[in-house]
């Protein structure tokens, strides 16, 4: 099994910046998929980011191309989503989540999550 824990969010103004990270313990994490999912109050679940368990695949969804970036540190079991160029609309709580096999776009296709860590974007 893979444990979670995000961290890094916080108030922020838009135009502003933040990196989140997810830290992870299992004995598998290394070959398992990672993304970022996010959550608005009164909103669904929705996907943010992805990355394969090499790196060396991302997907992001269209509404942050261009202002976030996922990464991760193999070695150090971590990955990170770093947020630029901040919007309101970005105001969420983000999730961090693992599949063993491949990135999903959909919440129901991740096989563990995180807490969240709250990030609120002020206009």
């Known amino acids: 099994q893979v444990q979670l824990v995000e961290s890094g969010g916080g108030l922020v103004q838009a135009g502003g910046s933040l990196r989140l990270s997810c830290a992870a313990s299992g004995r598998t994490f290394t070959t398992y998929a990672m993304g970022w999912f996010r959550q608005a109050p009164g909103k669904e679940r929705e996907f943010v980011a992805g990355i394969s368990w090499s790196g060396d695949r991302t997907y992001y969804a269209d509404s942050v191309k261009g202002r976030f970036t996922i990464s991760r540190d193999n070695a150090k079991n971590t990955v990170y989503l770093q947020m630029n160029s901040l919007k309101p609309e970005d105001t969420a709580v983000y999730y961090c989540?693992?599949?063993?096999?491949?990135?999903?776009?959909?919440?129901?296709?991740?096989?563990?999550w995180g807490k969240g860590t709250l990030v609120t974007v002020s206009s």
């Open positions: 989540a693992a599949n063993p096999f491949t990135i999903a776009t959909t919440p129901s296709g991740m096989d563990y």
